[in-house]
């Protein structure tokens, strides 16, 4: 069995707004494997993103990780942080929510990388993509000279750099090397005349060809982990496919994991080895891609399964999920299993909070596959089942 | 005209901005000040009593010493003596050079500058709105020269060529009857109120522009609104969807506007007082300008009370310009005046 | 290159406005009451003199023969005769234009050397002391009318402490500059210009500090909440490249713009300053002329202005050009 590369545990975002406390990400556990694609599944406003965001730092104020911990197998990072961070490190583990500010600015890069929906919102549309590319170049050239493994905030960087750099070349943050660098990672995603190109703007690039760009330079860092956030949301049905393809390419040459977040069970389908269903915050379902699509236990990844068109379906109409998705505001989230208001097979069982548990399959055997539900261990009971009549409403949330 | 979300809004941004507060404070204390200046004074501003000259403000009393020489035996004898300088309770914040009440000149020049700066604003805006409106709204030629227009009369530095047109036409005024002085309510005070007349319509000459520009911005957008298709679908007039549709939703822009420039213009005011280039002798500008000539022998406050007043007001339109372009919509073309 | 043909295209665009500039100031002088030659001849003229003046101008001729001849002398840089000085204008225009420029200059540097890092500090550090400080600063600065501020440290500085010249422009750049030859004189030459210098730039340059400040300020802070802000720190690039290279460079551009829509307050603020510090530049010139009621003088001063203004634009937009590439391709 192949080795985590990656492992949450207990992730936990809110968002502390003036509407009231949002619950965007809730005791979320998840593993990464080495070399695999992990893929992460949901509905808009399922908190795919915003967990994202979450292992790689970047949740923005009124957003704050409350609980967890993200777990970053490095031998390296580990040793070097035995003794200072004890509670940190586990094996060749290191909790990377413990570590200093700097060091997690510094994973960014050479632990993960990140590719966002729309490419075009993800660069600064008055520098062109070479130098952009070569910033993460630099980022990273820099960070490998460094030993110590912290970098300050500045680097020295402030004002009167600004007005220099515009001015003198030798006072540029960027180095030569790391813009050949990046030409040479713009042919690798296959980007035609890259050194051309990489003096071009944004605008002046197709949306298919400035993803591939982020992909390079997410590249730039040599990562371990890529995360993608919708890779292919924005772009047109054949560009998906050869953003795709560049993606599977890469991640078999690189060597590398790859989370790939989408609402998309179609290209979860063709490019991830395992998957996890996330709704309203929570992971309800895990497991490798066999076990989740073909033995479905949850009844929200039923549903989904149920609702893609298909083709060869003799009957008209859709089999959507009733309902709609509910509110993340803590004062109205019940103490509950979240999804028993639309679950057609949910029980009294169900108003009570569920836990995660292992399948229990007599027939093959799983790997990893993990349901939110009781359903796993105990099969449906039509006498225990929840009256159609049952009033949500009256729901109070313990801590109000 | 304007919707109830906005009005929500504006009452939201006001209860959690104590500058917006403030604001209001500022800028209603000072229109009511400018209206019911006959009231508020103490003293008729343009009486001179030249016996109680160059008085300081109350808690300013100084001594001073006075150097005086004079023929003795043929003789030029000097003599330096102490002479105490009161300051008069009548005159709480002291006399100008000859000898009329600050306190008094300072209310009524509250008048002079948010009556040019109201009325600038609007003449602004009457020019200006309609114009660019057409323009946005048509395009073509028109839209074009209006462009180009612009760029050039955006070219001279307002405040040069409001001197100008100041110096080529003269410095009428119109003389308006105190309404409240004629009503008897009131006596000892000025009977009438001069509004410097071509100050206002230069001052307005000069601005219109801005108004052009974000009418002419709002009308380029909101044309391909759906709403305006469906008008014109139904047959709408022209005038009518300019008037009806159109301007109704470029308000809130032009609102945002109209609060800086009303401050601008009160700054644009002052300067060309203080330059000698308004009509009217009862206004701040033309009093910091006479306080100036004591800077040297030590009445400070001729100069000083006045400028204070212009920032008192213009502080407090500024705020309630920020309240509003934060409530109405913060993505506004902010910065445009003089 | 893409960059020059913009520039000259703003060129032409810009020789477009000096025209119009040019045609307005001729058309001024039909406006005037009474009959163009008030425009040009001194109240006290006698009929003789009105008379050669009205030949001189041309009056007797067609309007576009006027037109034709004023647009003519103009291209020789012929602005005209005051008869009130007895001086041709142009040399008097020219002379005093030093005077000006190193006023704005000075306050230009003020404002942009104090607001900009002020802007983005108040930007980064919100609701901190720095940012309150700095948004009450700014918020005083725009309200404040600049020759009462000037008259103020008049009187605080310069008489009550005697640290400034009253007035007057005594020492002036060109002086520090040559006087970079000796180190002693040096010292004592720039500290002379200073201390002409100092105030008039500083009431000048307090409202653009103030309003670029404001600007900066909301700016950066517009521009820190767009995505690619958020992805550009995900590659792990250091917070201050974040703020300076990115943001701040693309917080600059609109700056900029408004900047070069209120270079006419600059100039007319300089005008103010030079009649508050009597500094002998283009304003007094022009303030002068029209007390004297000199009009050819105020024509020719306001030709200049309107030239240099343009000229100005063209370069702020060049500079806005190089902050922001997509601007060339329109």
Request: hydrophobic fraction near 15%.
């Given at each position: 069995m192949t080795e985590e590369i990656l492992r949450v545990r207990n992730l936990t975002t809110r968002f502390f707004t003036e509407e009231g406390q949002i619950n965007a990400v809730e005791h979320v556990d998840f593993d990464v494997r080495d070399g695999e694609v992990f893929g992460i599944v949901g509905e808009s406003g399922s908190g795919k993103s915003v967990t994202a965001l979450s292992i790689i730092d970047l949740v923005e104020s009124p957003g704050r990780i409350v609980e967890g911990e993200v777990w970053y197998r490095n031998a390296d990072l580990a040793d070097e942080h035995r003794e200072s961070h004890p509670d940190a490190v586990d094996g060749e583990f290191v909790d990377i929510r413990q570590l200093p500010e700097a060091t997690r600015r510094w994973l960014r890069g050479p632990a993960f990388a990140t590719i966002f929906q729309d490419p075009m919102s993800s660069l600064n549309p008055s520098i062109t993509v070479g130098e952009q590319i070569a910033e993460a170049v630099e980022v990273q050239r820099r960070a490998r000279a460094n030993p110590r493994r912290t970098r300050s905030r500045t680097q020295g960087y402030g004002l009167s750099r600004f007005l220099l750099d515009s001015v003198l070349?030798?006072?540029?943050?960027?180095?030569e090397e790391s813009h050949d660098h990046a030409v040479e990672l713009l042919e690798q995603v296959g980007i035609p005349d890259p050194a051309e190109r990489a003096t071009e703007y944004p605008h002046q690039f197709s949306g298919g060809m400035l993803q591939r760009a982020m992909v390079a330079q997410a590249l730039a860092g040599e990562p371990d982990v890529l995360i993608a956030d919708e890779p292919t949301t924005a772009l047109d049905v054949t560009i998906q496919a050869q953003i795709l393809n560049l993606l599977s390419d890469l991640q078999q040459e690189e060597d590398m994991s790859v989370v790939l977040i989408t609402h998309n069970l179609g290209v979860i389908a063709r490019m991830c080895n395992r998957v996890g269903v996330m709704y309203a915050g929570e992971i309800v379902e895990r497991g490798s891609l066999v076990d989740v699509f073909e033995n479905p236990v949850h009844p929200y990844t039923q549903g989904l399964l149920g609702s893609i068109p298909d083709i060869e379906d003799p009957s008209p109409r859709l089999s959507p999920i009733e309902g709609n998705v509910p509110s993340l505001l803590d004062s109205q989230m019940g103490d509950r299993c979240y999804f028993a208001d639309r679950c057609p097979k949910a029980m009294e069982v169900c108003l009570t909070p569920v836990a995660e548990r292992d399948v229990q399959d007599e027939s093959a055997s799983t790997d990893g596959h993990r349901v939110r539900c009781v359903l796993a261990d105990q099969p449906y009971n039509e006498a225990d089942a929840l009256a159609?009549?049952?009033?949500?409403?009256?729901e109070v949330s313990a801590d109000d | 005209m304007v919707s109830k979300r906005v009005v929500q809004n504006l009452r939201k941004e006001f209860r959690q901005s104590g500058l917006a507060k403030l604001g209001l404070v500022l800028v209603v204390s000072i229109i009511l000040v400018a209206v019911f200046a006959p009231f508020i004074a103490p003293h008729n501003p343009t009486t001179q009593e030249l016996g109680q000259a160059q008085l300081p403000p109350l808690g300013f009393s100084e001594t001073k010493e006075a150097t005086t020489s004079e023929m003795v035996d043929g003789e030029v004898v000097t003599k330096t003596v102490e002479k105490r300088v009161e300051a008069n309770a009548a005159h709480p914040l002291g006399t100008d050079g000859l000898g009329r009440d600050m306190l008094s000149r300072t209310v009524y020049g509250a008048r002079t500058s948010l009556m040019v700066g109201v009325l600038g604003t609007v003449f602004a805006a009457l020019v200006g709105v309609p114009i660019g409106l057409i323009a946005g709204y048509y395009g073509g030629k028109f839209d074009d020269g209006l462009m180009r227009f612009a760029d050039v009369s955006l070219a001279f530095p307002s405040l040069v060529l409001a001197i100008a047109l100041i110096g080529l036409w003269g410095r009428a005024a119109v003389v308006l009857p105190d309404p409240f002085v004629s009503a008897g309510l009131v006596s000892g005070m000025p009977s009438t109120f001069t509004l410097p007349g071509t100050v206002v319509i230069v001052v307005g000459l000069v601005n219109w522009v801005w108004f052009a520009r974000i009418a002419r911005g709002e009308a380029l957008s909101l044309r391909d609104e759906e709403y305006v298709k469906a008008a014109r679908a139904l047959g709408a007039s022209d005038s009518t969807i300019l008037g009806s549709h159109m301007l109704p939703n470029a308000i809130t822009p032009i609102i945002v506007l109209a609060t800086v420039q009303v401050a601008a213009i009160i700054l644009l005011e002052s300067s060309l007082s203080f330059l000698g280039f308004s009509g009217t002798t009862l206004s701040w500008g033309f009093d910091i300008a006479q306080g100036r000539n004591y800077i040297s022998s030590g009445q400070w406050w001729i100069a000083t009370i006045p400028g204070l007043a212009i920032m008192w007001s213009v502080i407090g339109i500024n705020l309630i310009g920020d309240w509003l372009r934060d409530a109405l919509d913060p993505g506004i073309e902010g910065e445009g005046g003089v | 290159m893409a960059l020059g043909r913009f520039a000259i295209k703003r060129t032409l665009q810009g020789i477009g406005v000096v025209w119009g500039v040019i045609t307005v100031v001729f058309a001024l002088r039909f406006v005037t009451p009474g009959s163009a030659i008030n425009a040009v001849a001194p109240l006290d003229a006698d009929q003789e003199t009105r008379q050669a003046i009205a030949a001189e101008l041309g009056l007797d001729q067609p309007l576009y023969l006027q037109y034709g001849q004023y647009l003519f002398d103009l291209i020789q840089g012929d602005l005209g005769f005051s008869y009130i000085r007895g001086q041709a204008v142009t040399p008097l225009v020219l002379s005093k234009i030093p005077a000006t420029v190193e006023l704005a200059l000075a306050a230009t540097f003020v404002a942009i050397v104090l607001s900009i890092p002020l802007g983005v500090l108040s930007a980064t550090r919100r609701n901190q002391p720095v940012d309150y400080g700095a948004t009450l600063f700014s918020l005083v600065g725009i309200s404040t009318p600049n020759f009462w501020l000037g008259i103020m440290m008049i009187l605080v500085l310069a008489v009550e402490f005697g640290i400034f010249n009253t007035s007057g422009r005594g020492v002036n750049a060109g002086d520090v500059l040559l006087s970079i030859v000796g180190p002693e004189r040096f010292l004592d030459t720039l500290i002379g210009w200073l201390t002409y210098i100092t105030l008039p730039a500083i009431a000048l340059g307090t409202y653009f500090t103030a309003l670029i400040t404001r600007l900066t300020r909301s700016g950066m802070l517009e521009e820190l909440g767009k995505p690619y802000i958020r992805a550009t720190r995900a590659k792990g690039l250091p917070e201050t490249l974040v703020q300076y290279k990115h943001a701040l460079r693309n917080t600059l551009t609109p700056v900029i713009t408004v900047l070069g829509l209120q270079l006419g307050t600059l100039i007319g603020g300089a005008v103010i300053t030079e009649a508050v510090f009597t500094w002998p530049g283009l304003g007094t010139l022009i303030i002068r002329s029209i007390n004297l009621r000199d009009w050819p003088l105020l024509q020719g001063s306001l030709i200049v202005i309107g030239i240099s203004f343009v000229l100005v634009n063209i370069l702020v937009d060049m500079i806005y050009a190089y902050l922001d590439p997509r601007v060339v391709y329109d």
């Open positions: 070349p030798s006072q540029h943050y960027v180095s159609e009549s049952y009033d949500w409403s009256t | - | -």
